[in-house]
């Protein structure tokens, strides 16, 4: 009851006036350790996002430095709107107490508009089409001031993802261990392929643009859950959007789903990309990012309790095994892992 007169008040704050009967809801969570509540009915309803009081500002991904002196999720908002990207509106932010009123944004994620698949083509065009615009308009818009480009996917964090997934995707997953040679041949390969990845040119990057964090409200898409951006290579929106473990996508869609970001890219920059090496790049940028996905999915299973997740480790070994095939240098890579994740072979 304590929590329900608090989330009451924050709200009363934020419109300047009381809502003491409004229904309080709370919200599905996510991996995080954030907590979200609806208060009220829409339309007259608002989000509260809590927050732990001793939580870092740091992310819970690996990140380098010292915890932010800002809240992230405000930081990178003030930046965003900037550059004219719908986000959530903030009403309030009382820090003291880990709580911050939002607009509410109803529960229709882009995933749940994908139902019926009826409007596929139209939404991931809108996708695709407002990633190129947010690139464009960021790589135009340095600011040191946000947090994003501040830190970035280097090779050092791109290594430490391939081995969290050793340790939960691998070893976690099938109770086996590798040989003292096997862990070298990973620790090379793993080394190898995150020299390439972090070789490519970096720009702002939200880091997990897919379909649960897109929202749809009156027609417009919402970004949320950004707090994490950084800098990293084009590509890497588009791994998150096109090979979401969430919704799967068939080959053919995706690559053309590609070429749409390639021509709208140029089409605001004037910047002609060539599109083979920039899906070959698509595709390693793949192998490694779902390869983190599902030794995530079992980090956040084991160690957070929260087995919600789990479902979605397949699809994410799909697309993995699907990047192998496009990426037949690594072959090698593929027959390792393959004695630990069967479905990869």
Same mark, same amino acid.
């Given at each position: 009851?304590?929590?329900?007169?608090?989330?009451?008040?924050? +709200?009363?704050?934020?419109?300047?006036?009381?809502? &003491?009967?409004a229904p *309080?809801?709370?919200?599905?969570?996510?991996?995080?350790?954030?907590? =979200? =509540?609806?208060?009220?009915?829409?339309?007259?309803?608002?989000?509260? /996002?809590?927050?732990?009081?001793?939580?870092?500002?740091?992310?819970?991904?690996?990140?380098?430095?010292?915890?932010?002196?800002?809240?992230?999720?405000?930081? +990178?908002?003030?930046?965003?709107?900037?550059?004219?990207?719908?986000?959530?509106?903030?009403?309030?932010?009382?820090?003291?107490?880990?709580? /911050?009123?939002?607009?509410?944004?109803?529960?229709?994620?882009?995933?749940?508009?994908?139902?019926?698949?009826?409007?596929?083509?139209?939404?991931?065009?809108?996708?695709?089409?407002?990633?190129?615009?947010?690139?464009?308009?960021a790589e135009?818009?340095?600011?040191?001031?946000?947090?994003?480009?501040?830190?970035?996917?280097?090779?050092?964090? =791109? $290594?430490?993802?391939?081995?969290?997934?050793?340790?939960?995707?691998?070893?976690?997953?099938?109770?086996?261990?590798?040989?003292?040679?096997?862990?070298?041949?990973?620790?090379?390969?793993?080394?190898? *392929?995150?020299?390439?990845?972090?070789?490519?040119?970096?720009?702002?990057?939200?880091?997990?643009y897919q379909?649960?964090?897109?929202?749809?409200?009156?027609?417009? @898409?919402? +970004? *949320? %859950?950004?707090? $994490?951006?950084?800098?990293?290579?084009?590509?890497?929106? @588009? +791994?998150?959007?096109?090979?979401?473990?969430?919704?799967?996508?068939?080959?053919?869609?995706?690559?053309?789903?590609?070429?749409? =970001?390639?021509?709208?890219?140029?089409?605001?920059?004037?910047?002609?990309? #060539? &599109?083979?090496?920039?899906?070959?790049?698509? %595709? @390693?940028?793949?192998?490694?990012?779902?390869?983190?996905?599902?030794?995530?999915? #079992?980090?956040?299973?084991?160690?957070?309790?929260? &087995?919600?997740? @789990?479902?979605?480790? &397949?699809?994410?070994?799909?697309?993995?095994?699907?990047?192998? #095939?496009?990426?037949?240098?690594?072959?090698?890579?593929?027959?390792?892992?393959?004695?630990?994740?069967?479905?990869?072979?």
């Amino acid at each position: 009851m304590e929590l329900e007169a608090a989330l009451r008040d924050q +709200v009363g704050k934020a419109i300047g006036r009381p809502v &003491p009967q409004a229904p *309080i809801t709370k919200l599905k969570g996510d991996a995080s350790n954030r907590s =979200y =509540y609806r208060v009220g009915t829409a339309p007259e309803s608002w989000v509260l /996002m809590v927050m732990p009081l001793d939580a870092s500002k740091k992310s819970e991904e690996a990140s380098k430095g010292e915890p932010p002196k800002e809240l992230p999720f405000i930081n +990178v908002h003030r930046y965003l709107e900037r550059l004219g990207i719908r986000v959530p509106r903030i009403l309030r932010y009382d820090e003291p107490a880990g709580m /911050m009123v939002l607009e509410d944004l109803s529960d229709k994620t882009f995933e749940a508009a994908l139902e019926g698949g009826k409007h596929r083509e139209e939404l991931y065009t809108r996708a695709v089409d407002l990633l190129a615009r947010l690139r464009a308009q960021a790589e135009r818009h340095v600011d040191s001031n946000c947090l994003a480009f501040t830190r970035a996917f280097d090779e050092d964090l =791109y $290594d430490w993802e391939l081995h969290h997934f050793r340790e939960w995707g691998m070893e976690a997953w099938s109770g086996k261990k590798p040989t003292d040679a096997e862990r070298a041949e990973l620790d090379r390969v793993f080394r190898d *392929i995150a020299r390439q990845l972090a070789a490519a040119p970096r720009g702002f990057t939200h880091r997990d643009y897919q379909s649960r964090n897109i929202m749809v409200k009156d027609g417009e @898409l919402v +970004v *949320i %859950d950004f707090q $994490d951006a950084l800098q990293g290579p084009r590509q890497y929106d @588009l +791994v998150a959007l096109l090979r979401d473990s969430y919704v799967e996508l068939d080959r053919g869609f995706v690559d053309a789903m590609l070429d749409r =970001y390639i021509a709208t890219f140029a089409q605001l920059t004037g910047e002609r990309i #060539e &599109p083979t090496g920039f899906k070959a790049f698509f %595709d @390693l940028l793949t192998l490694q990012r779902k390869m983190k996905d599902a030794g995530r999915f #079992e980090f956040i299973n084991r160690v957070k309790g929260n &087995p919600g997740f @789990l479902v979605s480790i &397949p699809a994410s070994l799909r697309y993995v095994r699907d990047a192998f #095939e496009r990426r037949p240098e690594v072959s090698g890579l593929r027959e390792l892992v393959a004695k630990y994740v069967p479905e990869l072979g």
